[in-house]
């Protein structure tokens, strides 16, 4: 069964914090994709990545940094954390080429204090 | 700027009936329209997705609905049942960019019994 794992299910970090995420996934896909998802905004792409060590901003980066050392992790950072990052964020793996589904993680809901 | 477009952003429809959820894009360069279902805890899993080339799917009591000259697709839910009751996201992709896809912000379906 193909798997997308998140490290934590929920966290909670004071402002001014460095965080880490981080996303496993066992299909050894190509691309990984961070999101958030906040009530009434979809999801928003934050990084994705289609190769190791390859990344590239999506549509909210600031903030936020991103690190693929190995194809099956992929790592989003919060380099000081603040109260408006407070959210729910969602990994994403997907092939190259072919079918583009993408599969997700369970999700980590950070609050921020 | 907002490339994909979904509506409602929620809606109640009663056991037995049909749920429709629509959605509008705007760059022509889509070429992958898939439907996302998200239950509560959960992260979101793909649930049907159409190629431009036909104008309608169906797997099931689910069925896309496609307009290319509009720029409007739509996922129609029949005998809609209380177990259907989930987030569903709309979203488009093209075939580059990692084949990343973007996202509508999502309709809550409530079914009741």
């Known amino acids: 069964d193909v798997k997308v794992t998140q490290s934590s299910r929920y966290l909670v970090k004071r402002t001014g914090e460095k965080v880490f995420l981080e996303c496993v996934q066992d299909?050894?896909?190509?691309?990984m994709f961070w999101y958030r998802q906040d009530p009434g905004l979809g999801l928003r792409l934050i990084y994705f990545s289609y190769d190791v060590k390859m990344k590239e901003k999506g549509d909210i980066p600031e903030g936020y940094s991103v690190s693929r050392e190995k194809k099956e992790r992929f790592s989003l950072i919060l380099e000081s954390a603040s109260t408006n990052q407070t959210s729910m964020y969602l990994c994403?793996?997907?092939?190259?080429?072919?079918?583009?589904?993408?599969?997700f993680g369970p999700g980590t809901r950070l609050t921020v204090l | 700027q907002q490339q994909v477009k979904q509506s409602p952003q929620s809606l109640i429809v009663q056991k037995g009936g049909i749920s429709i959820i629509n959605c509008a894009y705007e760059?022509?360069?889509?070429?992958?329209f898939p439907w996302y279902q998200q239950f509560p805890g959960k992260g979101p899993a793909l649930l049907i997705a159409i190629r431009p080339d036909v104008s309608e799917k169906k797997e099931g009591r689910f069925t896309i609905s496609f307009n290319k000259s509009a720029k409007q697709f739509s996922l129609h839910i029949m005998d809609s049942q209380p177990g259907d009751s989930a987030t569903y996201f709309c979203a488009a992709g093209g075939n580059t960019n990692a084949g990343k896809s973007t996202f509508g912000d999502g309709t809550t379906l409530t079914v009741k019994p």
């Open positions: 760059n022509t360069a889509f070429d992958y």
């Open positions: 299909m050894d896909h190509e691309n």
């Open positions: 994403a793996s997907s092939p190259a080429g072919g079918l583009r589904e993408q599969f």
